[in-house]
């Protein structure tokens, strides 16, 4: 399976500033790539699918203007939070699709805004 | 829409006890269907998958068969141990669609 890393693994920061996370696709093309939230002891929640080159796709409910999303190349897709709010402490995922729908998932990001 | 139903947590067994996870799923196409694994401080990882009706996945002593007829996916292990201690997530992935749904995942504690 494909091997996916993340950047930071655990990120503070002050409420007001913005956060980038990568997320990388260490030993496969990725054209799309997923962006997912875990709250303590829940699921996770698909936030936005990633397309290489073109426009993220948010799931119902995930303000765009606050979560930006780039995915420049075939192996790199960013997740920046704008403008961090306590809320929005939470662990941050991705993910990378591959074939037979099975999708490979980086170590997350753990995202604690003071 | 799609969604998953698992059983709800926390289970806690003794080693060598036979854990059973159940999973129910909601599709409108034909699912491939995943148990994926979270050990603790760690990010998923894929545990079994089954891409159509009666395949039966297995990994790592799980086992999980695809039901279409009840529409279920139940993760099975006939002796566990204390590595196996993690949190289990059943998923659907429905056809021709990367996007996953999750179950709410199950916390499995083995006590030696």
């Known amino acids: 399976g494909a091997v996916v890393s993340q950047h930071p693994s655990w990120v503070i920061c002050k409420s007001g500033t913005s956060v980038k996370i990568e997320c990388r696709s260490l030993d496969f093309q990725a054209t799309t790539m997923f962006w997912y939230r875990q709250f303590p002891k829940q699921s996770l929640m698909l936030m936005a699918t990633?397309?290489?080159?073109?426009?993220?796709?948010?799931e119902q409910g995930v303000e765009k203007d606050k979560f930006l999303i780039n995915h420049a190349s075939l192996t790199l897709s960013t997740l920046t939070v704008t403008s961090a709010h306590p809320e929005d402490s939470s662990f941050y995922i991705c993910s990378v699709g591959q074939a037979s729908y099975e999708q490979y998932f980086g170590p997350g990001t753990r995202l604690t805004v003071t | 829409g799609d969604s998953v139903t698992q059983m709800e947590g926390p289970v806690t067994l003794s080693e060598e006890a036979f854990l059973t996870i159940n999973c129910t799923y909601t599709a409108t196409g034909y699912p491939s269907l995943f148990w994926y694994v979270q050990y603790p401080g760690e990010g998923l990882q894929l545990l079994l998958k089954a891409t159509k009706a009666d395949d039966k996945g297995s990994n790592k002593g799980f086992e999980a068969t695809y039901r279409k007829e009840t529409t279920s996916f139940h993760l099975e292990k006939g002796s566990v141990q204390v590595s196996d201690s993690a949190v289990y997530f059943c998923a659907l992935s429905d056809d021709g669609d990367y996007k996953l749904s999750f179950g709410a995942g199950t916390t499995v504690t083995v006590r030696a």
């Open positions: 990633s397309n290489e080159g073109s426009k993220a796709t948010y």
